[in-house]
């Protein structure tokens, strides 16, 4: 066909026109119902279908790791009771208020047991607290040999009670001895009527 041809064509008769037209007409006609179709109902549907299959993506991470999660608790579990009774054993290492005065009798025993001689064995006035425990710092001073200076340093580490020592500083004397300054920090658990009050006064402290 050509250009005349299509400028007869009678649009009030397109049943009669030519096979050519009419498929052109047709093809036309397809496009324009499918964008059509795109833009007013099939753009939404295909948004919620990415959002869907979007969601089904989170929901299948989230019960793989769930799934995981559920194979894991009985190690989970032994795994928390392995701590607790670790922190048990610990906890048990530190003295309560009462047992404060036998620990620093076992430490001044613990220097002169290895022949030394305290200048300063002066605890602190006031405890520093944590959250479950206490600890008390004690400023010492010892004077004697390199061997039983370093005896009284393992003596003191095994100790049934955890007690440290810090800021250790070591330095010679006239007479030939050793003059050792330190800080031996030694740790109680706080009592439960202790643990409520300091919750209390948290809350207090909170509002």
Known sequence: MNLQDINNLNFRDVGNWPWQPKAVLAAIVFALVLFLGYWFL?????????????QEQDL????????????????????????????????????????????LIEINQAGIGRGLKFDLFRPAAQETR????????IQIRVDGSYNDLG?????????????TLDDINVTPTPAGTLTMNAVAKTYRYLSEQELAAAHEKGKKGGH
Request: charged share 25%; no cysteine.
């Open 130 to 137: 944590n959250k479950v425990y206490a600890e008390l710092p």
């Open 151 to 163: 005896a009284f340093a393992t003596d003191v580490a095994k100790l049934p009670r955890i007690v």
């Open 42 to 54: 099939w753009s939404d549907q295909l948004a919620s279908l990415d959002k869907a299959r979007a």
């Open 60 to 103: 299948r991470e989230t019960f793989l790791a769930k799934d995981r999660e559920a194979v894991n608790l009985a190690a989970y579990r032994k795994q928390y009771a392995e701590v607790q009774q670790s922190f048990g054993a610990l906890l048990h290492q530190l003295p309560n208020k009462s047992e404060m005065a036998a620990l």
